[in-house]
């Protein structure tokens, strides 16, 4: 078993020095409540305190933006059936316009067991994710495109719904953003910039009014006493078009508003999570998601291509 440690240990390692994450890539909800990853098929909620979680990422975008994240996931039990989630993380973003940091947005979700049978269990989750600011950050007065944004700017209302067994978890969840973002983030802003050429290559996102976004999850478990492995799939599509306010690359060129029609559609994800239980309470867990079907347009800043999660967990 130290040995089987061991190799572990070293993967870990070496993953996290290589690949790269930005949560499920998505706006947030897939790590929420029911729709969570590699969740233990488990009959009792006993502690007031269910569970905290460490988590750490190092997040590489299609651009130079290179992102670092680290997020306290507290679970509290309010009783046998009901549990409350706080997400509360902490961003950092290097790239070649700026350098910003600040925290990122909260996410609050209430989860309910509905239907319990000694075979499956049937949750659901509301909640909501909280803007820790405008999404407006700039440099030297340029508005930064969202990738250097460490809040998506919005207020969301999530819900989901899974069914769990001893080896397979099925999820779906909801997340439909409220309002407008403030980020000013436009082309024709950096005209005259040294960096327009480069500028040209982010997606605009001024007052970013994002779609909806639906999911599911599919996710086979092999669990042993200390071990545990899964392996998924993460289809999210959002239903309805990403709406901004976007110029031309040429100098001077008007700013129109659009409703743009390639700006939405499926990103899929194949997941792998692997964890070691150093006792009954506390552990690691890794994340691994590759991206299948990528959007052609993201205006929010959330492309990714492959993911990575490393996490430690204490249950009291």
């Keep these: 078993m130290k040995k089987c440690l061991a190799i572990i240990y070293t993967f870990l390692l070496l993953v996290s020095g290589n690949v790269f994450s930005q949560g499920c890539s998505d706006a947030g909800f897939c790590t929420m409540g029911a729709m969570k990853p590699d969740q233990p098929f488990n009959k009792k909620i006993e502690l007031r305190l269910r569970s905290m979680e460490l988590s750490f990422y190092r997040g590489t975008t299609t651009l130079t933006p290179v992102i670092y994240v680290a997020t306290a996931d507290l679970n509290f039990s309010l009783n046998t ?13 290097r790239g070649r316009l700026a350098n910003t940091s600040g925290m990122g947005d909260i ?3 209430l989860t309910r067991n509905v239907l319990t049978r000694e075979r499956f ?25 969202m990738y250097y944004q460490t809040s998506l700017g919005t207020y969301d209302a999530i819900a989901g719904l899974s069914l769990i067994t001893r080896q397979w978890l099925f999820a779906t969840g909801i997340q439909v953003p409220l309002n407008k973002n403030d980020n000013g983030f436009i082309w024709s802003a950096w005209d005259g910039s040294d960096e327009k050429a480069y500028v040209d290559r982010y997606n605009q996102a001024k007052d970013l009014k994002r779609g909806t976004d639906v999911m599911l999850r599919v996710e086979r478990n092999f669990r042993f006493s200390r071990l ?14 990403d709406e901004f306010n976007r110029s031309g690359k040429d100098a001077g060129s008007a700013e129109t508003r659009i ?14 999570t692997a964890g070691y239980n150093f006792d009954v309470r506390s552990g690691v867990k890794l994340l691994l998601g590759h991206k299948i ?8 800043g959330l492309t990714r291509e492959l993911v990575s999660s490393i996490s430690y967990y204490y249950r009291f």
């Design 81 to 93: 059936k009901t549990s409350f989630q706080v997400k509360l993380p902490y961003q950092a973003v």
């Design 107 to 109: 996410s609050l979700c």
């Design 121 to 145: 269990d049937i949750n659901v989750s509301l909640g909501a994710k909280i803007p820790t600011n405008h999404s407006d950050k700039d440099v030297n007065g340029l508005p930064l495109p």
């Design 228 to 241: 545990n492995f899964s392996l998924g799939l993460l289809p999210i599509y959002r239903i309805t078009r």
């Design 259 to 272: 409703i743009h029609p390639v700006a939405r559609g499926l990103a899929l994800s194949g997941i792998f």
């Design 293 to 300: 079907v990528q959007r052609d347009i993201n205006p929010d």
